[in-house]
């Protein structure tokens, strides 16, 4: 039987991720595979290649074939020059940056306790109580012209309703 390590397709289209599967020869791309050895992730950046080697070296010396991208991948991790993700500045970091950039710099008051809308009015209304009967005055005169001018409706609607129907 002519074994081959080779990479077994998987994903979704233009999102690939491979396998590394040892399997027989005649069989179809992704079909059975005897063992699983490894895997290869080459959309990410850097890929990402994990092989675990020493499966890897067990099936080379019973007489298992790599394919051409197999036995690139294999040279890979043996020299080491595979690349490792750096990582970046932190998203709070990168934040800052931005509102600095834009020259809005943090406020410690600000940022603590934001204020609101209501605490503005309750402040007002504190500050100026002639204000506060003003208001209240206002807000009474419109609530009820808004019932009066209701009724006014509601009663016109009736009134003519039994009109039509005799």
């Excluded at 800052?96 to 402040?123: F, Q, Y």
């Excluded at 208001?135 to 012209?145: G, L, N, P, R």
């Amino acid at each position: 039987m002519a074994v081959k390590i080779r990479l077994k397709r998987m994903g979704k289209i233009r999102a690939p991720f491979y396998r590394v599967v040892v399997m027989d020869g005649r069989t179809k791309r992704d079909g059975r595979a005897i063992e699983e050895i490894g895997k290869y992730h080459p959309t990410e950046e850097p890929s990402v290649i994990e092989i675990d080697m020493e499966r890897a070296d067990y099936w080379l010396s019973h007489g298992a074939q790599p394919t051409e991208a197999v036995a690139a991948l294999l040279k890979v991790l043996k020299e080491g020059t595979l690349k490792t993700k750096e990582q970046g500045p932190s998203k709070k970091d990168r934040y800052e940056a931005a509102l600095a950039a834009a020259g809005k710099g943090t406020d410690d008051t600000a940022a603590a306790k934001p204020r609101k809308k209501a605490e503005k009015r309750t402040e007002a209304r504190a500050e100026d109580p002639e204000n506060v009967a003003a208001t209240e005055d206002a807000v009474e005169t419109q609530v009820t012209t808004e019932l009066e001018a209701e009724r006014d409706v509601k009663s016109e609607k009736a009134s003519e309703s039994p009109s039509e129907g005799s």
